[in-house]
């Protein structure tokens, strides 16, 4: 099965796959309301306001795994990333990233190594892949900010012409 014909789940339970997004590149991050790092939340929204035009997207992948800090239910989740954080990016159902119960998008993303050579599990919320319309992956850890050059330059050059 291809990466993006793994199905998903919309946080709103609506079934769908990363094929509906073939033709834009994709930035799946695993998110949490309570992570020293939420605040990432902002950089990622304004890349979504930056570049959801030009062929890119955010999926947020609420995540639980790390210190239970994405506890809430799906509509607490949707309620604080608009109120606190103006999130217009699609969120997904919460999802296990690493372990036997790791969702099978994870379970291929994990296999994709950093900028240090170095695959396998998810270290923290906000770790980030860019997938790209022609399937490459990137994976940025999570100290990595939204806005850093790197992730910038990777959008730039992957977004369609």
């Not at 809430?72 to 999130?87: H, K, L, P």
């Not at 036997?100 to 994709?112: D, I, N």
């Amino acid at each position: 099965m291809q990466i993006r014909d793994i199905p998903l789940t919309t946080i709103n339970g609506e079934t769908t796959s990363l094929a509906h997004y073939a033709d834009k590149s994709v930035m799946v991050v695993n998110v949490a309301s309570r992570c020293g790092l939420t605040p990432q939340y902002t950089a990622l929204e304004a890349l979504q306001k930056e570049y959801g035009d030009r062929g890119f997207t955010v999926l947020g992948f609420p995540c639980n795994q790390f210190a239970f800090q994405e506890p809430g239910s799906a509509e607490t989740i949707q309620e604080f990333c608009s109120i606190t954080y103006g999130v217009t990016f699609p969120l997904m159902e919460k999802v296990k990233v690493n372990g036997r119960s790791a969702h099978p998008l994870y379970v291929e993303l994990t296999k994709t190594d950093d900028s240090e050579g170095r695959a396998g599990r998810v270290k923290w919320n906000f770790e980030k892949f860019l997938i790209t319309p022609s399937n490459d992956i990137y994976r940025f850890r999570p100290t990595t900010v939204p806005d850093d050059p790197a992730i910038i330059a990777a959008i730039e050059s992957s977004l369609p012409a």
